[in-house]
Each structure stands twice: as structure tokens, then as C-alpha cells.
T-cell receptor, first 115, second 113 residues
């Protein structure tokens, strides 16, 4: 069983389209994250949810909207896609809150290519 | 704010040689530090972590790291490199809110036979 699973793994789309990436974790964790990895492999936190509540919202264009229907799922919707949105998006989860948060478990990533 | 600097974006070693990947951190609170490995087209996997206690931390696949507060460092080592160790390695520090990890820019490790 995959602990943190993301779909789709690959996504190729045109500029201006809207797309979603889904993430599910079966670890029973209460905190989930979206990270963006750019072409230079730099990883940057985008969002974090704890028990469906948004707790981290970094400086990200408002075209990106996360949604957490329950603590096992965290989806990422992107409107009006731009070339610069091309990246690998990683979902992750962890247990605990604040400084006692445990290690992050990552999904395999969703590679988004905007043409 | 917390930050992480990984010295050397690319390290090349021969099989059987010592691996040393450097990481320095900046933190206004006692740091929680991590090393993750990323194999091609895969997600990140935890190698080891330091939170409190013993400053020499052992991880998976024969890797270890030592937390040195005086040097603000958390370098990753392995006595003898294997071909299978070739990957991208990331050092990370837990942020002030204590939830998300702040990653360094990564070091690509190449291992030659």
C-alpha cells in the first residue's frame, strides 16, 4: 500500500487551462503539505493543512487553491496555468503539530508541464 | 528565519570512497534537522533526523550525520560509497512555526566505479 499517493503522476496541458492534482495519505496523519520542486530541484513549501485547517499559506499566486475535504486528502487546483507553473508538485504528510511534528512522508510527485 | 545552506551542488566520489555532504543551518530556536534522499523520478525519503539528545545520528543505508552547534553544521557522511547511493540529497530544518520543513538547494551525489 502506498502511504502517500498522488494523481496524476504526469500532467501536460496548455497555458490558460485549469488543472487539479489529488493527494491521499493512509498513514493516519493529521497534517498535509504541498511542496513545489522547480527545474533546479529547489523545494519550496506552498501550503499546509492540519485537520482540514489551513496553517501555512506561503506567497503563492491565488491561482493556486488547496482544498482538504478531510484529513486524509489534500488537493491542489491551479487556474489559468502559466509556463512558470511547470514543476514537480509533491504532497507530504506528518503526524503531530508545531515543534512536535514528526518526519514528513512524501508522495512520488506530480510532474506538471505547461506548454 | 530558519535557512539551510548546502555547500557544493555536485559531489563526485569513487565507489568505496568516503562520502561527505555539507550542510549549515541558521535558526533562532534549537533546530530540528533532517537529511532526505531523492532518487530519480521519485519522492523524498528520510535518511536521518536530529531533534534532541545524541548529536551523532545514524540513519538508513549506512549514513550518519553529526549536529555541531558551535559550527551550526549537520554534515552527512558515509564511510564507503556504493553505486546505489547516487541520488539527490537534501538537508532541511524545521521552520519557526515548527511544522513545515525548509530545504536546502540539494546536492547531487555521483558515484563512479
Amino acid at each position: 500500500d502506498t502511504a502517500v499517493s498522488q494523481t496524476p503522476k504526469y500532467l501536460v496541458t496548455q497555458m490558460g487551462n485549469d488543472k487539479s492534482i489529488k493527494c491521499e495519505q493512509n498513514l493516519g496523519h493529521d497534517t498535509m503539505y504541498w511542496y513545489k520542486q522547480d527545474s533546479k530541484k529547489f523545494l519550496k513549501i506552498m501550503f499546509s493543512y492540519n485537520n482540514k485547517e489551513l496553517i501555512i499559506n506561503e506567497t503563492v499566486p491565488n491561482r493556486f487553491s488547496p482544498k482538504s475535504p478531510d484529513k486524509a486528502h489534500l488537493n491542489l487546483h491551479i487556474n489559468s496555468l502559466e509556463l512558470g507553473d511547470s514543476a514537480v508538485y509533491f504532497c507530504a504528510s506528518s503526524q503531530g503539530a508545531g515543534r512536535n511534528t514528526g518526519e514528513l512522508f512524501f508522495g512520488e510527485g506530480s510532474r506538471l508541464t505547461v506548454l | 528565519a530558519q535557512s539551510v545552506t548546502q555547500l557544493g551542488s555536485h559531489v563526485s566520489v569513487s565507489e568505496g570512497a568516503l562520502v561527505l555532504l555539507r550542510c549549515n543551518y541558521s535558526s533562532s530556536v534549537p533546530p530540528y534537522l533532517f537529511w532526505y534522499v531523492q532518487y530519480p523520478n521519485q519522492g523524498l525519503q528520510l535518511l536521518l533526523k536530529y531533534t534532541t539528545g545524541a548529536t551523532l545520528v545514524k540513519g538508513i543505508n549506512g549514513f550518519e550525520a553529526e549536529f555541531k552547534k558551535s559550527e551550526t553544521s549537520f554534515h552527512l557522511t558515509k564511510p564507503s560509497a556504493h553505486m546505489s547511493d547516487a541520488a539527490e540529497y537534501f538537508c532541511a530544518v524545521k521552520d519557526q512555526a515548527g511544522t513545515a520543513l525548509i530545504f536546502g538547494k540539494g546536492t547531487t551525489l555521483s558515484v563512479s566505479s
